[in-house]
């Protein structure tokens, strides 16, 4: 997915121009988004193995300080960015969600791994969700088992290009600055076998499958 | 380290009339089980505890089986694997089965002997649906209360919430096949995929 920044308000080589001559030339929707990318404050919490990778890429080696966002905050009111990282049990799956809800707005996801994405290899396992976009609007999704922690870097990095290219007005702007965009998700209950209801249809819809006969 | 003949005749000459045998186990490990009677459980575990010489004080393991022929209603199993870390010796393989399963599957509970027992009695129960009588706080705690059916069982069924499988195969290719929907074109207008 090519993602393209809004178009400038300014032409861009006279603002390059300006730059160099001391003289910095923004819009306010530049300078909200800079500041938004660069300081993202993930939620602390893992859930399966991912989590491993994910604590990796918060250390020296890898150093998710670099962009910003080595605040890991533990409580959900002071969070920006929620890292699924691992598989998602049916069980806790609602908790998933609830903590999302508690998340103030502008607020971003990152599924990361096999599981978190689809179920991965647990898929028809009793007790694993099918991948948490069922219930939540993912914003980036990372295939892997586990992925690497360059591969998390590679997401972050993908979301902030997204935040710089979201548009404060107009049509497609993002959640926090659309007033009818839902304030909150709901939070699936327990059944007899599944959670009901097993998807949000508002943010998934399972594939229809058509295949032709042979 | 006590073998299980061994282990067999102390808790015969200690408790006799106590329902036990040995299980052997034919593997090269050679850890030969004890397979005791619902009515003694309590009475020999209580017993591999507290001997001076056995002193199996240290529960580190419960799992269940299902054991279910084909065509047969079967039965399940708890075993609990011993070992002492005063004497520094195990493991010893302690086996329980219950009745046949369409009867119920009752087994007593061994949390009142090793207290370590709580959380994995309460998981066989969990996933088999063994109930373990005398364990004092008998709850599900993998899967969430409102669930139904032991996932772990032979005889559990899945439900039916087959969705979609990039490249199915094996037992998922025939649950695929049985959710193909009809062949007709997309709503768009396009054409079918291959």
Known sequence: MALNPPSPMIDERLQDELRKQGV???SFQELHNWGRKNSLWPLQFGLACCAIEMIATTMARYDLARFGAEVFRPSPRQADLMIVAGTVTKKMAPQIVRLFNQMPEPKYVIAMGACAIS???????YNVLKGIDRFLPVDVSIPGCPPRPEALLHALITLQE?????TLTGPGRPPHADASAPASYPVPEFGAADLVPPHNPAVFQPPRIVRREK | MPTAEHLHERIRASLPGAAISVVPNGSPSAQHGLLVGTGDAEAVAR?????????LDFLSNVTGVDHAPPGEPGYLEAIYHLYSIERGHGPVTLRMQTADRSLGARLPSLTPVWRSAEFQEREIFDLFGIVFEGHPDLRRILMWDEFEGYPMRKDYVTPDDYEYEPTPHDTVLERARAHDAPADPPP???????
Do not use: H, M, N
Request: hydrophobic share 30%; glycine share 16%; no cysteine.
């Open chain 1, 24 to 26: 910095f030339v923004t």
């Open chain 1, 119 to 125: 179920g991965g290899p647990f898929k028809e396992g």
């Open chain 1, 162 to 166: 997204k935040i710089a290219a979201e």
């Open chain 2, 47 to 55: 017993f591999l505890r507290d001997d001076p010489a056995l002193r």
């Open chain 2, 188 to 194: 768009d207008g396009g054409t079918p995929p291959p």
